[in-house]
C-alpha cells in the first residue's frame, strides 16, 4: 500500500516550535518532489513549502518564508517541516503530497499523486 504519514502536530504557545514528519510507506520517495499543505478552518487547502527530490532546492510560500524549514532525509524516506516562531494564524491541518515530478517549480509542486492524512497543528496560549 502506498502512503504518506504525517506526525508530530500539536497544541503550542505562539512563538514556539514543533518539527512535522512526512514518511513514505510502499515506495522510495526520493524520487519525488514533496510538499506541504495546509488548511486552515473554513479555508482552502494552500501550499507551505515544496523540496525538490534531492533537496538542493526548496520554496517557501511569502508566509512562512524565514519562519519554515523543509528538508528530506532519502535514507529514511522521510521530510520535515521545521516550523518557528509560530502564530495563531499558522493554526491549520496540515498534509504532505508528492509529486511524480522531481522539481517544484515554487512552493506547490505541479502535481500531488500522493497524500497523507494530516496532522492537526493547534497555536495558542
Given at each position: 500500500q502506498l502512503r504518506l504519514v504525517e506526525s508530530g502536530g500539536g497544541l503550542v504557545?505562539?512563538?514556539g516550535s514543533l518539527r512535522l514528519s512526512c514518511?513514505?510507506?510502499?515506495?522510495?520517495?526520493?524520487?519525488?518532489?514533496?510538499?506541504?499543505?495546509?488548511?486552515?478552518?473554513g479555508?482552502?487547502?494552500?501550499?507551505?513549502?515544496?523540496?525538490n527530490s534531492n533537496g538542493?532546492?526548496?520554496?517557501?510560500?511569502?508566509?512562512?518564508?524565514?519562519?519554515?524549514?523543509?528538508s528530506r532525509d532519502n535514507a529514511k524516506n522521510t521530510v520535515y517541516l521545521q516550523m518557528n516562531s509560530l502564530n495563531p494564524e499558522d493554526?491549520?491541518?496540515?498534509?504532505?503530497?508528492?509529486?511524480?515530478?522531481?522539481?517544484?517549480?515554487?512552493h506547490v509542486?505541479?502535481?500531488t499523486d500522493y497524500w497523507g492524512q494530516g496532522t492537526q497543528v493547534t497555536v495558542s496560549s
Open positions: 504557545q505562539p512563538g514518511a513514505a510507506s510502499g515506495f522510495t520517495l526520493h524520487n519525488y518532489a514533496v510538499a506541504w499543505f495546509r488548511q486552515a478552518p479555508k482552502e487547502r494552500v501550499g507551505v513549502s515544496c523540496i538542493l532546492s526548496t520554496n517557501y510560500a511569502s508566509s512562512v518564508k524565514g519562519r519554515f524549514t523543509i493554526t491549520a491541518v496540515y498534509y504532505c503530497a508528492a509529486s511524480h515530478y522531481n522539481y517544484c517549480t515554487g509542486p505541479d502535481s
